[in-house]
């Protein structure tokens, strides 16, 4: 089923068993393009603790104590059923740094709920856009294998002999025919 375009959410924890007059405080927050959900809430955190004047030391802990310890990850798709919300590598990051515990729909009915840490946590994997990015920059991703036919690369330092002389470039140049016809 696909999914609806900038349709991950995440909210604080605390808040999804909050009452319902409480709710007017949660802080609700849409992924897009550019960065999800998860990570635009924590962005959001930090940034509200600049401004209180928390200490940058202290607000990983400010951070995880306004959200409750917890953060709840859902995505709908065009029917309106929830979908797979997994994290990402990146926010698996962030997630992990604010040691928080993350609620998530794996899809086919089944949820995660524990920190990223824990055994049986879902593998992050890469979005479709972090993937582009990465490979513009020249990464080779795991996802494209190296061909079991390609060549070696070839060393850049000589091999140690038994002697630790060294030889000049003058040395190479007299023994080396191809460097003489340059």
């Not at 060549?151 to 091999?159: A, D, H, L, V, W």
Request: contains cysteine; hydrophobic residues 35%; aromatic residues 6%.
């Amino acid at each position: 089923m696909p999914f609806c375009p900038k349709a991950v959410f995440a909210m604080p924890c605390a808040s999804a068993h909050a009452a319902v007059s409480a709710l007017a405080d949660v802080i609700v927050v849409q992924g897009n393009h550019r960065c999800c959900a998860e990570r635009r809430l924590l962005d959001t955190y930090v940034q509200q603790g600049r401004k209180q004047g928390v200490p940058p030391h202290k607000i990983v802990a400010w951070v995880r104590r306004k959200l409750g310890g917890g953060i709840v990850v859902w995505r709908r798709t065009v029917d309106g059923a929830i979908g797979c919300a997994i994290p990402c590598l990146f926010c698996t990051r962030e997630l992990q740094r604010f040691d928080l515990l993350v609620h998530c729909p794996l899809g086919d009915g089944k949820w995660f709920s524990g920190k990223l840490t824990d055994a049986g946590a879902p593998t992050p994997r890469l979005t479709g856009g972090q993937q582009k990015v990465l490979r513009s920059q020249g990464w080779t991703l795991c996802d494209d294998p190296v061909p079991a036919a390609a060549e070696k690369p070839e060393q850049q330092q000589r091999p140690r002999g038994a002697t630790n002389k060294k030889r000049s470039w003058r040395q190479d140049w007299k023994k080396d025919p191809q460097l003489q016809q340059r």
